[in-house]
T-cell receptor
Framework: GENVEQHPSTLSVQEGDSAVIKCTYSDSASNYFPWYKQELGKGPQLIIDIRSNVGEKKDQRIAVTLNKTAKHFSLHITETQPEDSAVYFCAAISGTASKLTFGTGTRLQVTL | SAVISQKPSRDICQRGTSLTIQCQVDSQVTMMFWYRQQPGQSLTLIATANQGSEATYESGFVIDKFPISRPNLTFSTLTVSNMSPEDSSIYLC????????????FGDGTRLSIL
């Protein structure tokens, strides 16, 4: 089955700096890659996603890049703000299984 | 996206008892899923709730321990049976409006502690 690895497990950046979280996946049939933000006491919130026919997608301060050959995808947050502090999860879906497999999560801390 | 409500939001239960968690969606959805998130960990899929038929369970999860119902396109329940402290987790419902499970949106979860 699919295996998703995520790095780093914790990330501390100063307000205004950029943050990058990286994930790799194992199943070459995977074709959909969402990113979730989970704040304390809340469920995961979908913040951006990308499909395998696209190399990059941007939504304001958030962007995701996908390298199908290397089987890795990354989340980029620019101009970080304290409210960006949360746990971020990457995930992958294999078209054959339709099952969402999550990475291990990254705790992002944005300091003033 | 659909608004997902889970009840209860949290509970503290005695070992050996069972608890049923409800997931209500404000619109009809094709797919509904139940996940477990152990303290400080990632999310693990328990099962896919199928309308009008038995749920599809992932490896390591069985119907006797986690019976699931889905009577219609907007509602599902997950029961955690014969609970032990190891069942202390957050249980999350997610939904997808498409048949390909994309995208999935989550409720805020049920925080369950077993004494």
């Amino acid at each position: 089955g699919e295996n998703v690895e995520q790095h780093p497990s914790t990330l501390s950046v100063q307000e205004g700096d950029s943050a990058v979280i990286k994930c790799t996946y194992s199943d070459s049939a995977s074709n959909y890659f969402p990113w979730y933000k989970q704040e304390l006491g809340k469920g995961p919130q979908l913040i951006i996603d990308i499909r395998s026919n696209v190399g990059e997608k941007k939504d304001q301060r958030i962007a995701v890049t996908l390298n199908k050959t290397a089987k890795h995808f990354s989340l980029h947050i620019t101009e970080t703000q304290p409210e960006d502090s949360a746990v971020y999860f990457c995930a992958a879906i294999s078209g054959t299984a339709s099952k969402l497999t999550f990475g291990t999560g990254t705790r992002l801390q944005v300091t003033l | 996206s659909a608004v997902i409500s889970q009840k209860p939001s949290r509970d503290i239960c005695q070992r050996g008892t069972s608890l049923t968690i409800q997931c209500q969606v404000d619109s009809q959805v094709t797919m509904m899923f139940w996940y477990r998130q152990q303290p400080g960990q990632s999310l693990t899929l328990i099962a896919t709730a199928n309308q009008g038929s038995e749920a599809t369970y992932e490896s390591g999860f069985v119907i006797d321990k986690f019976p699931i119902s889905r009577p219609n396109l907007t509602f599902s329940t997950l029961t955690v049976s014969n609970m032990s402290p190891e069942d202390s987790s957050i249980y999350l419902c997610s939904v997808s409006e498409g048949r390909d499970s994309q995208p999935q949106h989550f409720g805020d979860g049920t925080r369950l502690s077993i004494l």
